[in-house]
């Protein structure tokens, strides 16, 4: 679960550092991370 945690915080990093205008990939990749089933 942390790893999964900091794996997402690396992810947050990475789209904050590309200033994202597409919220739609940013939620899309969100529910790809949520629903992993590696937690």
């Not at 990939?25 to 937690?39: G, V, W």
Request: no cysteine.
């Amino acid at each position: 679960m942390l790893a999964s945690w900091l794996n997402w915080q690396r992810i947050l990093n990475f789209y904050s550092s590309r200033n994202l205008a597409s919220d739609e990939l940013f939620f899309t990749s969100f529910i790809k991370f949520a629903t992993a089933p590696d937690f």
